[in-house]
């Protein structure tokens, strides 16, 4: 029989291929604007017996996001919008519950109503916000949203975008990839500054996630390298025996 | 199989569009009142396979879950409606639209169109058609008697005539304008009809309610920016590459569990 040291390693071998997964996720979200980079770690499971412990599994996790800022690029589109230092926009997703992105590029539907990517409406201080056909936009930088026909002096008040600031800790990534907060909603923050005509890259930074895709496929290799050792052991022992037998 | 090379090859599929669309940019960046195309990123589905904050046993909480994403995709793509520049051509069918709208067109088969490209023509019935031969909208009839034309900011055709000083009006260039020009979908040909996505064309008049304005003697250049396409080329390709290791990772890993078995 096989030594149990495989089955170890094997873990090892496994959380690295899971871990690889989560780095190609980030690698292949390496142009996505406003992505935050999914953070991963190994964690250690012990095998809690009668007998004392001696061996620990490993498991692949994501303990969360890693939340700094992209790098910020000027587009001169202006519905392209980034948030200076920390803060999100509001976006209400189809169940009516509010959600959060770093992804400011909007654009509006046939209606005129402001949305961010996938079709979700961008949230207001009153609701959401609606830009009259033919106007220019532009955007203060506390977020009021403001609409000017050519050739006129007169700014309207579109509405406010609703930028928030709450506690990195409390928001859970959605499995639509927007944050959220369960069960409940981040206030207004004033202090939050926007630029218009501009739009945050993704935070991924390819270097370190190439050097992580080195070392979970050597990782893995290692691990292999173990589980072949365990096998020869396996082989050793049962040629020994057949020998005994002859 | 492993997760990672398909994960891998969502970002080598959505660069892979990314540079279709750079392409296309580049190769119109000469082409008329062209609107550059971007391609709109996002992140795939993410699959919880733990919850963090989940039991691990009867008495243990996980400290942290595991949530792995599908990648990324291209979810839409977008024409950036920046004015062009506008160029003198000297040309008097040569109208330019500074500002919002369209010019209305008449397809061959009867539908209408619209369009910022105003490299006007003559037909051999008077008629101003645009560079394809469709009829302008509201354009009117320009006889053959007539000696010169003039379009004004509002669009509307006028035409002199020998020995006369006094302009006989033509028509009126119809424009339109839509809730979300980003909607429109192209035809090729610098030509556009309007989709649910768009909204419905409404017709006014150049200067008023927001309209831009005609301009005669002019074209308007494709809003392409050459040296902001190249840096977006680079950066695509770049990201393109630094995919394709993470798939040769996988195949490695792959190799070396399928070796096992030996």
């Given at each position: 029989?096989?030594?149990?040291f495989?089955?170890t ?35 250690t ?10 061996r ?20 001169g ?5 980034a948030?200076?230092?920390d ?16 992804a ?11 949305q ?8 207001g201080t ?80 390819s270097a ?21 050792a ?7 022992a049962?040629?020994?025996?057949s020998?005994?037998?002859? | ?9 969502t ?22 009142a ?53 160029v ?9 639209i ?8 008449q ?12 490299a006007?023509?003559?037909s ?5 058609v645009?560079?394809?031969g ?5 354009a ?42 980003a ?12 989709t ?9 008049i ?14 308007e ?13 680079i ?20 190799q ?6 030996q």
């Open positions: 029989m096989i030594n149990r495989a089955y390693s094997m873990t090892g071998a496994s959380s690295a291929t899971e871990q690889l997964a989560v780095t190609s996720n980030n690698l292949s979200n390496a142009l996505t604007p406003g992505f935050r980079e999914v953070m991963n770690a190994y964690r499971v012990p095998i809690n017996g009668l007998g004392a412990d001696t620990a599994f490993v498991a692949e996790t994501t303990p969360g996001t890693n939340f700094t800022t992209g790098q910020i690029e000027t587009t589109n202006s519905y392209d919008m948030i200076k230092g803060g999100f926009f509001a976006v209400r997703k189809p169940d009516g519950s509010e959600a959060y992105t770093r400011g590029r909007f654009y509006v539907n046939e209606n005129g109503v402001l961010a990517g996938r079709g979700v409406p961008v949230v009153g609701g959401s916000i609606t830009i009259p056909p033919n106007t220019l936009v532009q955007v203060a930088e506390d977020g009021a949203v403001y609409t000017q026909l050519p050739g006129s002096q007169f700014l309207n008040q579109a509405g406010k975008l609703k930028l928030v600031n709450p506690n990195p800790k409390d928001l859970v990534r959605d499995e639509d990839g927007l944050f959220s907060i369960p069960g409940t909603q981040a206030a207004t923050d004033d202090k939050i500054r926007v630029v218009q005509g501009a739009i945050e890259l993704s935070n991924v930074n370190q996630a190439m050097v992580e895709v080195i070392s979970q496929n050597r990782l893995n290799e290692l691990n292999v390298r173990s589980i072949q365990a096998d020869q052991n396996a082989r050793s049962v040629s020994l025996l020998l005994s037998k002859s | 199989m492993l997760r990672s090379l398909w994960i891998a090859k970002g080598m599929d959505a660069q892979q569009t990314n540079l279709d669309l750079i392409s296309n940019n580049l190769a119109n960046s000469s082409t008329n062209f609107k550059k195309i971007q391609a709109n990123f996002s992140d795939l589905l993410y699959t919880t396979f733990r919850a963090g904050g989940s039991n691990s046993n009867a008495q243990n909480l996980l400290p942290s879950g595991l949530q792995i994403g599908a990648g990324s995709a291209v979810t839409s793509t977008e024409r950036v409606n920046i004015q062009g520049p506008l003198q051509t000297g040309n008097n069918l040569d109208v330019a500074q500002g919002n709208g369209y010019f209305q067109i397809l061959a088969d009867g539908t209408l169109a619209y369009t910022r490209n105003g006007f023509s003559l051999a019935t008077g008629q101003i645009t560079n394809d469709n009829v302008v909208s509201g009117g009839v320009i006889p053959s008697t007539a000696t010169g034309i003039v379009i004004n900011v509002a669009g509307l055709v006028q035409y002199t005539t020998q020995g006369s000083t006094n302009l006989t009006q033509a028509g009126q260039l119809t424009m339109a304008s839509f809730a979300n020009p909607g429109l979908q192209a035809l090729g040909n610098s030509n556009f009809v309007p649910p996505a768009s909204g419905t064309a409404q017709t006014q150049a200067g008023t309610n927001g309209m831009g304005t005609v301009n005669q003697y002019y074209l250049q494709s809003n392409v920016n050459v040296a902001e396409e190249m840096v977006n080329l950066a695509a390709q770049r990201a393109y590459e630094i995919n394709t290791r993470a798939v040769t990772a996988s195949d490695q890993i792959l070396r569990i399928s070796n096992l078995g």
